[in-house]
């Protein structure tokens, strides 16, 4: 079944010929006196809703096991909580603000060592001590958009009986399947492409491993940072038209590239592979598109703050992956936790802006960018 048909089709017949599932709301769930033992208890633990939204996840990434958080840093923190003291975790420095905040902050004190590294790419074998026990990694990275190698480094990991972790955020199933590339974590941030309207904040863990299932069973139930059935319901109908909108939004991300790429106005333009040869076959290796976000420069002479006053269309607003166009400024906004050495050596200039391209008539954005780009010359 191809993703678009998994997408829509997945859930489709339900009780009284419903072409749609129907949303359970209740927290508790009446047992049978005699053996205590229902397939659902307790909504916490498990409820109807999460668990159809759960199947469609494991489906659109291949996956045995799904599992649905109330954000993506919560499926992070679940992803990372198989973690025991004395292990450590490597993660590329440019990883995730957020997860670099709960690796930073959180895993010290329970005695996990977060080491963050400036290229995931360049890691070797001499680069795992016994500890080592997780690698987690983005590709393309946010926001140079850089790559690394999936199948290469999770090689690398297992060898020394490492598990590798992938933020899939950026790509989502439809344009990347990690699994299927040997890696034994995928965690997403459901809140941007897979729910796709920013009005809904939710993350996805998937895997074929039944050992780390129990695991984030068990997260999903000690920690309790779960997805309501509500917006189960709601990533269920999101979900419905993810290819349809990722291939919309990448066309038009192609559109603006090609544009800006040979604009006087533009310093540097990023997105998956334009960084090298090398890492534009990597990606067409492991992905099957560049997604729709970009990154780029003006020139110096070139006012960024007039540019962006001027902009009709992408609001100037973290987060991505919605049907309307946003535009930051990653220094000051997403990536400002970080020190600016750090930003430096990740290619994180201050002058740099990151657009998450929406499904927007392409006519309009061009146009919108050029005329924001004169007011701002
Ligand atoms: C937004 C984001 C997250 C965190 O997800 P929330 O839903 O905001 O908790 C994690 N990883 C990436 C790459 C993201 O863009």
């Given at each position: 079944m191809h993703i678009q048909t998994a997408a829509v089709q997945t859930l489709r017949h339900h009780e009284h010929g419903a072409v749609v599932p129907p949303v359970h709301l209740a927290s508790t769930f009446e047992l049978d006196p005699?053996?205590?033992?229902?397939?659902?208890?307790?909504?916490?633990?498990?409820?109807?809703?999460?668990?159809?939204?759960?199947?469609?996840?494991?489906?659109?990434?291949?996956?045995?096991?799904?599992?649905?958080?109330?954000?993506?840093?919560?499926?992070?923190?679940?992803?990372?909580?198989?973690?025991?003291?004395?292990?450590?975790?490597?993660?590329?420095a440019s990883v995730y603000g957020?997860?670099?905040?709960?690796?930073?902050?959180?895993?010290?004190?329970?005695?996990?060592?977060?080491?963050?590294?400036?290229?995931?790419?360049?890691?070797?074998?001499?680069?795992?001590?016994?500890a080592t026990r997780a690698i987690f990694m983005e590709t393309p990275a946010n926001p140079t958009l850089r790559i690394t190698d999936l199948r290469r480094l999770t090689e690398l990991a297992h060898r020394h009986g490492a598990i590798v972790i992938v933020d899939n955020t950026f790509m989502t199933p439809v344009l990347q399947r990690p699994l299927e590339l040997g890696a034994d974590v995928v965690v997403q941030s459901a809140t941007k492409y897979l729910a796709g309207h920013s009005d809904l904040l939710a993350g996805a863990i998937t895997t074929n491993d039944e050992s780390?299932?129990?695991?984030?069973?068990?997260?999903?139930?000690?920690q309790g940072g779960v997805l309501s059935p509500g917006d189960s319901f709601r990533l269920i109908q999101g979900i419905k038209t993810l290819p349809l909108r990722l291939e919309r939004q990448q066309a038009n991300a192609v559109a603006?590239?090609?544009?800006?790429?040979?604009?006087?106005?533009?310093?540097?333009?990023?997105?998956?592979?334009?960084?090298?040869?090398?890492?534009?076959?990597?990606?067409?290796?492991?992905?099957?598109?560049?997604?729709?976000?970009?990154?780029?420069?003006?020139?110096?002479?070139?006012?960024?703050?007039?540019?962006l006053r001027a902009l009709r269309y992408p609001g100037y607003a973290v987060s991505l992956g919605g049907v309307e166009s946003l535009i930051c400024r990653p220094a000051t906004m997403t990536h400002e936790a970080m020190t600016p050495q750090a930003r430096e050596k990740a290619g994180i200039s201050d002058e740099l802006l990151r657009l998450s391209v929406g499904i927007e008539d392409i006519t309009d954005l061009l146009s919108d960018l050029d005329q924001a780009l004169a007011e701002a010359g």
């Open positions: 005699g053996s205590e033992d229902g397939s659902y208890a307790y909504q916490r633990g498990a409820n109807p809703t999460r668990a159809q939204l759960e199947t469609v996840l494991a489906t659109l990434d291949g996956a045995d096991h799904g599992f649905a958080f109330a954000s993506g840093m919560a499926a992070t923190a679940a992803a990372l909580s198989t973690l025991e003291v004395g292990d450590e975790v490597i993660l590329p957020g997860t670099y905040r709960f690796v930073d902050l959180v895993l010290p004190g329970r005695g996990v060592t977060g080491r963050f590294v400036d290229d995931l790419g360049a890691l070797t074998d001499a680069d795992f001590t016994p780390l299932a129990e695991a984030f069973a068990l997260a999903q139930k000690a603006i590239v090609d544009h800006l790429r040979g604009h006087d106005d533009i310093a540097q333009v990023w997105y998956p592979g334009s960084h090298s040869e090398d890492e534009a076959r990597i990606h067409a290796g492991q992905a099957t598109g560049t997604g729709a976000v970009l990154s780029f420069e003006l020139v110096p002479e070139l006012d960024r703050v007039a540019f």
